[in-house]
């Protein structure tokens, strides 16, 4: 689908120069002589490079169409992730680099949004928010208050998070997916 340069948003996707580059960032740029631009830093979903590009407003770009399918997490083995269709109970399987550090939040049975772009799989969109047990933390000091300071916390799944100093070991925490950040206690 074709779009003005001026329509670009963060988050986006779009084909250009024969590759599928996602938006970083972008910036709407009217300088005091000439036209107005779109200044777009994208990165390759393929070959994982950047490239900063500038688009005259007047230009227009094309913006991949994308299929999203909802999907539960099964298991996982040394190199991919398995995941079913509840409705179809297909499965596909997802190497562990297209997922990344995200990867550890997988819990069995979690529902999540996999973005297929000419039936191969590019994205994998966990839900917002997951429950994350603490394995161990760093004792808070005396004095300390809530909102000065956060301190290290390791999950049982093997990431680390900054979490306020009245989390211990063994609590359940909900962590945001999008930013790997603590939200709350449960």
């Known amino acids: 689908m074709k ?8 988050g986006m996707l ?5 590759d599928l580059w996602q938006v970083l960032k972008t910036q709407h740029v009217k300088p005091g002589k000439g036209g107005a631009f779109a200044q777009v830093e994208m990165k390759s979903v393929n070959k994982n490079t950047k490239l900063n590009e500038r688009f005259r407003s007047n230009e227009t770009v094309e913006k991949a169409s994308l299929e999203e399918t909802n999907f539960n997490y099964s298991y996982e083995d040394l190199e991919n992730y398995f995941f079913i269709n509840p409705k179809t109970f297909e499965q596909i399987e997802i190497q562990k680099n297209l997922v990344g550090e995200k990867g550890k939040l997988l819990t069995e049975n979690l529902n999540v949004k ?3 772009y000419n039936d191969n799989p590019i994205f994998v969109d966990l839900p917002n928010h997951v429950t994350c047990r603490i394995k161990n933390t760093d004792a808070a000091l005396k004095g300390q208050t809530v909102s000065s300071s956060y301190k290290p916390a390791k999950l049982e799944n093997g990431l680390s998070v900054q979490v ?3 989390i211990e070991a063994g609590d359940n925490i909900i962590i945001d997916t999008r930013n790997l950040e603590y939200i709350k206690k449960i």
């Open 114 to 116: 996999i973005s297929f």
């Open 14 to 18: 779009l084909e250009h120069k024969n």
């Open 3 to 10: 779009i003005n340069a001026g329509e670009i948003r963060v």
């Open 164 to 166: 306020p100093p009245f």
